[in-house]
């Protein structure tokens, strides 16, 4: 009996992988903006006032606008698991190259950086040299409000230069998110749990094996 119950948790632990630490927690896409370089003397032309009032830090690099959308509820319950942001940086310099962090804090727990871009130029105040993001949240995103911080850096020194977050404005701020696995459960959340009493003989064994069975026929299913 010891036997067969150790080659049933054996057949378990082979035949449902495990997660992979390689599995994304967000996956995320990039877009950056293309300026044309040959018009960098018209960059005077393409001042404008700034839609950011307060930000946390700056420098000779600042946060001139951030655009924020959420999307993807398929449960209807108000927290998506899709969130865009584009943002728009200037620079006092004529020309500096950085690359931008973003991170997500929920009300009660720790802040986890998400996704730091590739590098990319900001040339003066031109309305051209963007970045947009595009992330889905894959798992380990429980339900709840969270706060979005964006920092960038210089490229060459990875001194930070700027940052603004939820804490700066309310735009970024109380974010209803929650990510792809748990968006895709519909209804309240229920956890069916199965019993396995070592005391109970013949019974807890044909549990295992029933348990056994179902995972062999749904990895079979998702092999076809």
């Known amino acids: 009996?010891?036997?067969?119950?150790?080659?049933?948790?054996?057949?378990?632990?082979?035949?449902?992988?495990?997660?992979?630490?390689?599995?994304?927690?967000?996956?995320?896409?990039?877009?950056?903006?293309?300026?044309?370089?040959?018009?960098?003397?018209?960059?005077?032309?393409?001042?404008?006032?700034?839609?950011?009032?307060?930000?946390?830090?700056?420098?000779?690099?600042?946060?001139?606008?951030?655009?924020?959308?959420?999307?993807?509820?398929?449960?209807?319950n108000g927290y998506y698991h899709r969130l865009e942001v584009d943002i728009d940086a200037d620079t006092s310099d004529a020309y500096v190259q950085v690359f931008a962090e973003y991170s997500l804090q929920p009300r009660y727990g720790n802040e986890y950086i998400f996704y730091t871009s590739s590098v990319f130029e900001l040339y003066g105040q031109r309305n051209d040299d963007w970045l947009a993001i595009d992330t889905v949240l894959q798992r380990d995103y429980p339900r709840d409000e969270y706060v979005l911080t964006i920092r960038i850096f210089d490229a060459s020194s990875g001194y930070l230069v700027a940052e603004i977050s939820g804490y700066d404005d309310s735009s970024l701020d109380r974010l209803p998110l929650e990510d792809y696995q748990r968006d895709n459960h519909?209804?309240?959340?229920?956890?069916?749990?199965?019993?396995?009493?070592?005391?109970?003989?013949?019974?807890?064994?044909?549990?295992?094996?029933?348990?056994?069975?179902?995972?062999?026929?749904?990895?079979?299913?998702?092999?076809?």
């Open 186 to 224: 519909f209804g309240s959340s229920t956890t069916v749990g199965v019993g396995v009493g070592v005391s109970s003989g013949s019974s807890g064994i044909l549990t295992l094996l029933g348990l056994g069975l179902v995972l062999f026929r749904r990895k079979f299913m998702l092999a076809k």
């Open 1 to 76: 009996m010891k036997n067969l119950l150790q080659c049933i948790i054996l057949f378990i632990a082979l035949t449902v992988p495990a997660y992979s630490a390689e599995q994304a927690l967000a996956v995320t896409t990039e877009r950056l903006g293309v300026p044309d370089v040959s018009q960098l003397a018209l960059k005077a032309q393409n001042t404008r006032g700034s839609d950011i009032t307060t930000q946390a830090y700056e420098s000779y690099v600042w946060f001139h606008s951030i655009d924020l959308r959420l999307s993807r509820d398929i449960n209807d």
